[in-house]
């Protein structure tokens, strides 16, 4: 057997170094793991309690199209129906499933460095990708991104904010890039952080969503509702669209547990909405002692900050990040930020 020649490049996802491969000195066992941009709390206790609740009916296999669901996600996006919502085995799946309904041959177009996965999953579906610099000040250049699309782009991915730079676009750019976009082009905007957006201006691209044919916001219960280990996340889309992602979505991929948690967690809005603010006073405050050491970053508006120095500072106090090496930014780090006591080791690694 010959596997495709397209794969021959592609490696699987190699993860962060983990604590047991590092060698650090620091005269405690407990090391603070801020790799992955993951929230250092659990579920809330609502959704722990459903996903219980929920395993007593692990025989069965979960509603294929997850309707209470995504009743509850269009319930908190006013306006769209749960026909317009799509979910997925994490969102990376919801990319997956909307990448393999475009067209082909055909490419891809996505702003560099951003979420590493755009590549591979492109790739991976038989189409090729375009990569697009982002600006000097680390944030996406939205004429470069428009200047690339030709007559062989089937999507731009623009994800906003943007990983790993932690920029992001107010919607009235995105409304206009979204605008003079051809049609027959879908923009797939990766929202994976956006509860994290504080500025007023960002929020509402299932309005954008609703007032177009091709554009869809996808979005995860993985980051600020601490539920990256049951794999879900969502797609808001135009109709036309949902229609064909179900059509190429493999069924059941999203399990009964994953399902219940997701339904319970969505529901508590007040909850959801502490905890994304606890995480951006954290920022400012991570954000005020970097100032204050002198330590380079990038202004993030998400729950990780691109800083210019390498790894090996922070596992001084045990604290694991990102290194920049893996993407894009060599001699950068990715930190995100962890409980209070966590995002005070990292401070502490900086005096
Ligand atoms: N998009 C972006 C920008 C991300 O950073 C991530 C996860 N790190 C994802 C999508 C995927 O998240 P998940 O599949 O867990 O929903």
Redesign the pocket.
């Known amino acids: 057997m010959k596997p495709r020649v397209e794969l021959d490049d592609i490696r699987p996802y190699e993860p962060p170094r983990m604590a047991w491969e590092i060698e650090v000195d620091r005269g405690s066992k407990e090391y603070a793991k801020l790799t992955?941009?993951e929230l250092s709390f659990g579920p809330l206790p609502e959704a722990r309690a459903a996903a219980m609740e929920a395993i007593s009916r692990a025989n069965r296999y979960p509603a294929r199209d997850a309707d209470p669901l995504r009743k509850a996600i269009s319930a908190a996006n006013p306006g769209i129906t749960a026909a317009n919502v799509v979910v997925g085995n994490?969102?990376?799946?919801v990319?997956v499933d909307l990448l393999q309904i475009l067209d082909r041959p055909g490419e891809v177009v996505f702003p560099w460095p951003s979420?590493p996965?755009y590549s591979s999953a492109t790739r991976v579906v038989g189409l090729t990708e375009c990569q697009v610099a982002l600006d000097e000040r680390h944030a996406v250049d939205l004429d470069a991104l428009h200047a690339a699309v030709g007559p062989e782009t089937r999507a731009v991915i623009l994800?906003n904010p943007n990983?790993p730079t932690g920029t992001y676009l107010p919607l009235d750019r995105v409304r206009s890039f979204a605008g003079a976009l051809p049609e027959r082009v879908l923009l797939i905007l990766?929202e994976?952080?956006y509860e994290f957006v504080e500025d007023p201006a960002y929020a509402g691209s299932h309005e954008l969503v609703l007032q177009s044919t091709n554009v869809v916001s996808s979005r995860?219960?993985?980051k600020v509702h601490g539920l990256?280990g049951f794999?879900i996340?969502f797609g808001i889309a135009p109709l036309g669209i949902s229609d064909y992602a179900w059509r190429a979505h493999v069924p059941f991929s999203v399990s009964i547990v994953a399902q219940a948690a997701a339904e319970a967690s969505m529901g508590q809005t007040r909850s959801i909405t502490e905890r994304a603010r606890f995480m951006t006073q954290e920022r400012e405050r991570l954000q005020a002692a970097f100032d204050e050491t002198g330590l380079e970053y990038v202004p993030s508006h998400t729950n990780f900050i691109l800083v210019r120095t390498g790894p090996a500072v922070f596992e001084r106090t045990g604290v694991l990040v990102r290194e920049g090496e893996a993407l894009g930014y060599p001699g950068w780090s990715r930190i995100s930020i962890g409980s209070a006591q966590e995002n005070d080791r990292i401070m502490a690694a900086l005096t």
Not at 90 to 93: K, V
Request: glycine content about 10%; proline content about 0%; some cysteine.
């Open positions: 992955m941009n994490g969102s990376s799946e990319l979420f996965f994800c990983n990766d994976a952080y995860t219960f993985s990256a794999r996340g």
